[in-house]
């Protein structure tokens, strides 16, 4: 296995479009999480996932972020009508629903600039 | 409100020597800590973690302490290498499953050769 890919990598877009995120997780890990990261930060909690249940949202995610995993397998995170505070680096992780360290593995992240 | 902190935001450490970073929290609830490293264009990657009934853990050159009482813990990188510099982020999680990660803004190691 490869790890948790995310797509794109890079995300360039002009205030008021919609973009879309995609994360694959590790395989057999069911649970997924997306978290937010802006300069100076460390990552913010948005979401997360136990299959295809959507267990938790931060008060961070605002009604124009939806996410998705409708299989259990991947997920996508959609931001609608973005902002310039939009800008971030959006980074998934995935993991069992218990470790022993509780450990999360981490994709490399898609870096959004709203222009 | 941050419940993470990380209040060193640098430091360097001559290769060889010994790395100390700092964190502190302030929910006495949280049940795990971690911490990650960080390299520019990648995301963060696991380093290692103690639960909140430990007060140490090692692994090879990392060893993390835990002060419940002061609500501090630390990680020690010995000996330090060039290859460990990079962003540290201090994190922790309630609950004895994985829940979602609360994490410090980092601290920037450099190690000089």
């Known amino acids: 296995d490869t790890g948790v890919s995310q797509d794109p990598r890079h995300k360039i877009t002009k205030r008021g479009q919609n973009v879309t995120f995609r994360c694959d997780p590790i395989?057999?890990?069911?649970?997924l999480y997306w978290y937010r990261q802006t300069l100076g930060q460390g990552p913010e909690f948005l979401t997360y996932f136990q299959n295809e249940a959507q267990l938790e949202k931060s008060r961070l995610l605002s009604d124009r972020f939806s996410a998705e995993r409708p299989k259990g397998s991947f997920s996508t995170l959609e931001i609608q009508r973005t902002e310039q505070g939009d800008s971030a680096m959006y980074l998934c992780?995935?993991?069992?629903?218990?470790?022993?360290?509780?450990?999360?593995?981490f994709g490399p992240g898609t870096r959004l600039t709203v222009t | 409100d941050q419940q993470v902190k990380q209040n060193s935001p640098s430091l360097s450490v001559q290769e060889g020597r010994i790395s100390i970073l700092n964190c502190d929290y302030t929910n006495s609830m949280f049940d795990y800590f971690l911490w990650y490293k960080k390299y520019p264009a990648e995301g963060p990657t696991f380093l290692i973690s103690?639960?909140?009934?430990?007060d140490k853990n090692e692994d090879g050159r990392f060893t993390v302490f835990l002060n419940k009482s002061a609500k501090h813990l630390s990680l020690h990188i010995v000996p330090s290498q060039p290859g460990d510099s990079a962003v540290y982020f201090c994190a922790a999680s309630v609950g004895s499953g994985n829940t979602p990660l609360v994490f410090g803004k980092g601290t920037r190691l450099s190690v000089i050769a």
């Open positions: 992780a995935s993991s069992l629903e218990t470790g022993i360290s509780n450990e999360q593995y």
């Open positions: 395989s057999e890990h069911n649970r």
């Open positions: 103690i639960s909140s009934i430990k």
